[in-house]
């Protein structure tokens, strides 16, 4: 059969050609689990239910009564794109030819709006959306979605629009309390999204079976490769959570292999005591592992989980398990061509994928919708057009859910969510500040430093803390005074920490400083080591990553001052060490409350953290000026 003629004989759905080997490739340490042997990329001939059944049985014929025609988004912008706007509009988004709009949204969010230049209409504009007949569901999953969303409100009216009008959102304000309807409409929206695309190849299936000898009829309604969407969460428990949601919304008449998903992904114990916060206690409990990746693969009656990944319609992963099944960097067993047909992808928790290793979340972006090096049993003349054209990326929907914007967040917004439907960032309208809210009162410092530009400032920072921070450290020790020990300093930056452990440990100036330090590679034997001479005064200085809070939130005894490296991106931490930590030594009597202090150290490129624990009415005119300055809140 040459290319780009359709195939005449009905086409099985998957794509089953075996690739090269790369399952050795998949064994990377001890923790991955039995359930990584299966999960492989190879693909494998599998049968399909679907290929033997009519097409009435399988597809909801009456889906496209209810749609009208050019309402669905589905349509407008996979399945049908008018091709004259849609290569217009590839072209603006190639030159970054995008205009922005600020709105306050009715959920009372601020957002930033992106749309392509050039458009009669602004592309991306969004009405909230109040009742589900709006979201164009397949018949199927309409009684299910009304059970978990009931009613479009507020923030779910507002994300509805966005999220099924198929634009690029950046959401900072995921939080324990919006986290599950964040999850519905995510997970109702990739079903939404698979079962349309596989009831149209069907369909086209059928049309193409009785009328076999039609040369003018082509039916692109595939990418590459089978897999659509993927989803990047950061554990397994996490996982658990999707899956539960997707199986709740299908109703699906058989699950395979779910015995097995529950025995190496469920973890009913491994809970905490009500003293952790709600947003450590939901990323945490259960199945804590970040190293795993699930194929689910959706039939007529049957969702299979533990697919090969070529044979699935949705991938689930962390960032730590897709980047290993992708291979090493230059060996000869990488892989990624199934990541090449991906359309929607949904990075959920990303400030919890921050803190594990945020390269491997640009590597998996990196290597989304390239051209395959292999055909894997392609039908090319069923392929779509802006698939051949190497413009995939530019269709692609990317839905990220955080709970605060980061640098890093900002540039996977600007560099891979490129959707010629448009982009919207979003989050609350001010702060009031953590500052604010601290369950003791006690003086605030922040001090600026000046730092010509973000490569340059990690150096300037270090330059400020030794000649600023570090002279009365040293004037501190050589008075041996109990009052001046209990001081703990907050990094958040393994890199950072390092560069001041060594100094202090090193440096002639830092000699008679005593101190400790915990990290996140800490061992726990030094973790309690490190905490009991820091309590008992044998050592004035504690060293703290931003990291080992996270993983660990640990309680720390005896702190009277403390001092902040660098501000952290989650503004909880702040209240949880300086209001915290400080109101529980004034209450074991160890320290008055006039004696407790803390500094904080910042540059311009710190506003988003500063905004956060200042708030929004003072963190502007903190930015302002030239030179150091210090503010002082009481």
């Known amino acids: 059969m040459l290319l780009g003629q359709p195939q005449r004989k009905k086409r099985r759905i998957e794509l089953a050609e075996t690739a090269k080997d790369v399952s050795s490739s998949l064994e990377v340490h001890e923790s991955a689990d039995v359930d990584l042997a299966e999960d492989s990329v190879n693909p494998v001939n599998e049968p399909d239910e679907d290929e033997h059944m009519n097409l009435e049985d399988t597809v909801d014929t009456d889906d496209e009564m209810n749609h009208k025609e050019g309402q669905d988004a589905f349509d407008t912008h996979f399945a049908n794109p008018d091709k004259v706007v849609l290569a217009q509009r590839i072209k603006a988004a190639v030159a970054e ?13 601020k957002s930033l709006h992106l749309y392509l230049r050039g458009e009669n209409t602004l592309v991306g504009k969004s009405d909230a959306i109040h009742d589900l007949r709006g979201l164009q569901l397949k018949r199927k999953l309409e009684a299910p979605a009304r059970r978990y969303l009931p009613e479009l ?29 964040l999850r519905t409409l995510t997970c109702l929206h990739a079903l939404n999204h698979v079962f349309k695309t596989r009831d149209r190849v069907l369909k086209n299936n059928s049309k193409a079976a009785r009328e076999p000898t039609s040369e003018d009829i082509e039916y692109r309604d595939q990418g590459f490769t089978r897999p659509k969407v993927l989803m990047l969460l950061p554990t397994r428990q996490s996982c658990v959570r999707a899956v539960d949601m997707v199986t709740s919304l299908c109703e699906p008449e058989q699950q395979e292999n779910r015995k097995r998903f529950q025995d190496s992904y469920a973890q009913t114990d491994g809970s905490f005591s009500d003293d952790k916060p709600s947003d450590f206690r939901e990323l945490f409990e259960g199945n804590d592992d970040d190293m795993f990746r699930l194929g689910v693969k959706f039939t007529r009656k049957t969702v299979k989980f533990f697919s090969q990944f070529y044979n699935s319609d949705i991938i689930i992963a962390s960032p730590l398990g897709l980047k290993m099944a992708l291979g090493e960097e230059d060996g000869r067993k990488k892989d990624y061509d199934f990541l090449s047909s991906i359309e929607v992808v949904v990075v959920d928790q990303a400030d919890a994928l921050l803190m594990q290793n945020w390269e491997h979340v640009e590597y998996i972006f990196e290597h989304l919708n390239l051209q395959p090096k292999e055909t894997h049993g392609c039908d090319f003349g069923r392929v779509r057009n802006w698939y051949l054209d190497g413009n995939a990326k530019y269709l692609r929907q990317t839905i990220v859910l955080s709970a605060y914007n980061t640098p890093e967040l900002n540039r996977l917004f600007n560099h891979h969510m490129q959707n ?10 001010s702060y009031d500040g953590a500052m604010l809210d601290l369950a003791v009162q ?11 530009s973000p490569v340059d400032d990690p150096d300037a920072r270090f330059k400020y803390f030794t000649t600023a921070i570090i002279p009365m450290l040293t004037k501190n020790s050589k008075t041996a005074s109990t009052r001046d020990q209990g001081i703990l300093i907050f990094i958040p930056s393994y890199m950072d920490f390092v560069r001041v452990r060594n100094f202090l440990a090193t440096s002639n100036v830092t000699q008679n400083i005593s101190f400790g330090a915990i990290s996140e590679y800490t061992s726990v034997r030094d973790v309690a080591r490190a905490r009991s001479h820091f309590f008992s005064r044998r050592h004035s200085v504690l060293l703290y990553t931003g990291r080992a809070h996270h993983f660990r939130r640990y309680h720390l005894r005896g702190v009277k001052k403390v001092i902040m490296y660098a501000l952290p991106d989650n503004p909880i931490f702040y209240k949880e060490i300086v209001g915290g930590y400080l109101a529980a030594s004034i209450a074991e009597g160890k320290v008055e409350q006039g004696e407790v202090t803390t500094r904080s150290i910042f540059s311009k490129y710190d506003a988003l953290k500063l905004e956060r624990i ?14 150091g300055d210090t503010f002082n809140f009481l």
């Open 442 to 452: 006690l003086k605030q410092s922040f001090s600026r430093y000046d730092a010509p």
């Open 153 to 181: 409100t507020g923030l779910n009216s507002t994300l509805a629009a966005v999220i099924f009008g198929y634009e690029d959102i950046l959401l900072a304000d995921r939080n324990t309390v919006n986290a599950q309807d």
């Open 420 to 429: 010629v439907s448009g982009k919207i960032k979003c989050g609350m309208a």
């Open 97 to 109: 030819g995008w205009s922005s709009r600020k709105d306050i949204l009715p959920s009372g969010w």
């Open 614 to 627: 200042v708030g929004t009415k003072r963190f502007a005119a903190m930015l302002k000026g030239n030179g």
